[in-house]
């Protein structure tokens, strides 16, 4: 019986394609970053209700994120990845226009709930760049997703804060147009990258965030990486969500001023992971890069927490330039140990674990940062919640030395 002949492999220019859209995407969302904790504020009366109710409604977003980001990438196996990118494109249109509507802190709460339910477009595009990559680029193609995440960290945030300036609201009405120019972008221009020959059954086993993880957790090729990546990100989570807060609290600044520290992030991330990214796995190959991004953050966390002027906060960004290259390098060693038809679900479980950050640490970064809210801004305790993200990473660093470690002596 001879065999079915392979389907054709999608044109590597469909790569560009889904970067433009991650790039729209993360422009809209980096647009509100600097403005959506002090529209929190306009509700509220103290600085640790605006802490405290930030961190509810983040937690919001990452436990929709956490129910529903799995199937979305476990759908995006059945179906095929455009149409689920068209979902998390208007899903997120809404909930811009939403918050910006919003006018008390229940309807805030709707925005974040569809927000959430909707915002599957990095595990999608991650699974989109796995379809059309080698099995020796993945890292490489992963490593350009972040470049246009970062790309779009570039312009938003600075844009945003700008916006923000002259009103709290007019982001969100950018943010919403640019998402709606990005679903008909997708429409029109995206093609499919799985064919259906490749397509896995769907079942509602693979629905279950918990299910996804527990099987993540499981495979015990990967075990020791996964509680790595779960801690980088956990560190992550804790600084993007009390990042503008403590910059307001500690430094007095304004959405400009966040836009401009946040077009810094952007630029350092754009710059190692589009332009440096490559010739830093041939220098010192994925394992040595992730241990050295871990380390140069695990250093950089305890220095945004002595910091004692905000100019220093910029210096430490572009300081921590191998940082950004930690996250690709992990999961170019994750998926190359998983099946072609299962990346979806791969990379679906792995955000699955960022919304359970988004969940946990939110809320636990936010009430420290309330508790030293009124303490003195040079006060080195007003630190605190960056010294935890330090802590996180430094555990971190060490699991991932006990797993490399392991598995070279079984090698």
């Not at 709930?113 to 699974?127: L, R």
């Not at 009405?173 to 640019?178: D, H, R």
């Not at 001023?257 to 991330?269: D, H, R, T």
């Not at 006060?379 to 935890?388: P, Q």
Request: hydrophobic letters at 50%; glycine letters at 10%.
């Amino acid at each position: 019986m001879t065999s079915a002949p392979a389907s054709p492999l999608p044109r590597p220019g469909n790569l560009n394609f889904v970067l433009v859209c991650i790039f729209i995407d993360m422009l809209g969302i980096g647009l509100i970053v600097p403005v959506m904790p002090l529209l929190v504020g306009e509700f509220v009366a103290a600085r640790d209700e605006q802490a405290m109710w930030f961190g509810v409604l983040t937690m919001v977003f990452g436990l929709m994120q956490f129910i529903f980001m799995p199937a979305l990438g476990a759908l995006s196996d059945r179906v095929g990845r455009r149409p689920v990118l068209m979902y998390s494109m208007a899903g997120m249109c809404i909930n811009f226009l939403v918050t910006a509507w919003a006018p008390n802190l229940a309807w805030l709460f709707i925005a974040r709930v569809v927000g959430g339910m909707s915002s599957a477009s990095m595990s999608v595009a991650s699974a989109y760049a796995s379809d059309i990559s080698t099995h020796e680029n993945r890292a490489k193609s992963f490593g350009k997703i972040g470049a246009a995440f970062g790309l779009g960290f570039i312009c938003g945030p600075m844009l945003g804060g700008l916006l923000g300036d002259v009103s709290l609201h007019l982001p969100f009405y950018v943010a919403a147009s640019l998402s709606a120019a990005n679903l008909l972008y997708g429409y029109l221009v995206v093609p499919e990258s799985l064919p259906a020959s490749q397509r896995s059954p769907f079942s509602l086993a693979r629905m279950n965030p918990f299910t996804s993880i527990r099987k993540l957790f499981r495979r015990t090729d990967i075990r020791g990486l996964v509680y790595v990546y779960t801690l980088m990100v956990f560190a992550q989570m804790t600084l993007q969500s009390t990042w503008v807060l403590y910059t307001t609290f500690r430094f007095d600044w304004t959405p400009r001023e966040n836009g401009i520290a946040l077009f810094c992030v952007g630029l350092a991330a754009a710059v190692v992971q589009a332009g440096l990214l490559g010739i830093l796995i041939r220098r010192f190959g994925e394992v040595r890069l992730a241990l050295l991004g871990l380390t140069s953050g695990c250093i950089t966390y305890f220095l945004y927490g002595m910091a004692s002027q905000g100019w220093m906060m910029y210096v430490f960004i572009l300081c921590n330039l191998l940082a950004f290259a930690a996250g690709p390098a992990l999961q170019g060693i994750i998926s190359k140990a998983t099946p072609a038809n299962e990346q979806g679900e791969l990379m679906g479980s792995l955000q699955s674990i960022s919304s359970v950050g988004i969940i946990i640490m939110p809320v636990a970064g936010t009430t420290i940062l309330g508790l030293t809210s009124s303490l003195p801004q040079q006060d080195w305790r007003v630190g605190s919640t960056f010294f935890a993200c330090a802590l996180l990473q430094a555990c971190a660093i060490m699991l991932a030395v006990r797993y490399f470690r392991t598995r070279r002596a079984r090698a």
